[in-house]
């Protein structure tokens, strides 16, 4: 079975710490992680793509197929980082989401 | 166009109404989806749509009927629903299998109250 795992529902941290959301899967193929951001009132989008290997926002995720892990790394939180994070697996075009982290990085 | 829009915004339906939500996109994707999103929950998976062909129904109820009438629209189309079916509505879509990036794009959401 497929599964998405984000321990933590949610995340305070200050302005200016760094911050580390938690995903772990489940999956026997190989798998395809992204990383998605819903702020207040917006669409919920994506963030970040394991197979890119990019940074955006300054936030970065590393796939660790040892640990089943892409967890989702700032060195310094701001205040507009403040949102919903999910953590999703795609599995042959079905996706699967974590059930996500709200962080609040405070002022 | 990179963007899905979804129609309506807001909708406010009874238990014996019959209405439809409206999806689209112009980005040559070849997957369309259906979510379900209650209050600070996860994106729910209702139906998948592959090549305009119905490939993923996640158990939904038959009071949900998903068309896709070409590879641009999705719709749903909502029948004798009850007030638990009350929730945001999301549609997404994104290249399809064997693309080299298969992220999903969501649209706004259609937000559907049921009384």
């Known amino acids: 079975a497929q599964r998405v795992t984000q321990p933590e529902k949610l995340l305070s941290v200050f302005k200016g710490a760094p911050v580390e959301l938690k995903c772990n899967y489940s999956?026997?193929?190989?798998?395809?992680l992204f990383w998605y951001v819903q702020y207040s009132r917006q669409r919920l989008q994506l963030l970040l793509r394991h197979i890119s290997r990019e940074s955006i926002k300054g936030f970065t995720a590393d796939l660790n197929k040892g640990e089943t892990s892409f967890h989702l790394k700032k060195p310094f939180a701001q205040e507009e980082d403040s949102a919903m994070y999910y953590c999703?697996?795609?599995?042959?075009?079905?996706?699967?989401f974590g059930t996500g982290t709200s962080l609040t990085v405070i002022p | 166009d990179t963007e899905v829009t979804q129609t309506p915004k807001h909708l406010v339906m009874g238990m014996t109404n019959k209405k439809s939500l409206k999806c689209e996109q112009h980005?040559?994707?070849?997957?369309m989806y259906w979510y379900k999103q209650k209050a600070k929950k996860p994106p729910e998976l209702m139906f998948v749509y592959s090549y305009e062909k119905l490939s993923i129904n996640e158990s939904v109820p038959s009071r949900f009927s998903p068309e896709c009438p070409n590879s641009s629209l999705l719709n749903l189309h909502l029948h004798a629903l009850q007030p638990e079916d009350s929730a945001l509505y999301l549609c997404?879509?994104?290249?399809?299998?064997?693309?080299?990036?298969?992220?999903?794009?969501f649209g706004p959401g259609t937000r559907l109250t049921v009384l």
């Open positions: 980005m040559g994707h070849r997957a």
């Open positions: 999956y026997s193929g190989s798998p395809e």
């Open positions: 997404a879509s994104s290249h399809g299998l064997a693309a080299t990036y298969n992220e999903q794009f």
């Open positions: 999703a697996l795609n599995a042959g075009n079905q996706f699967y």
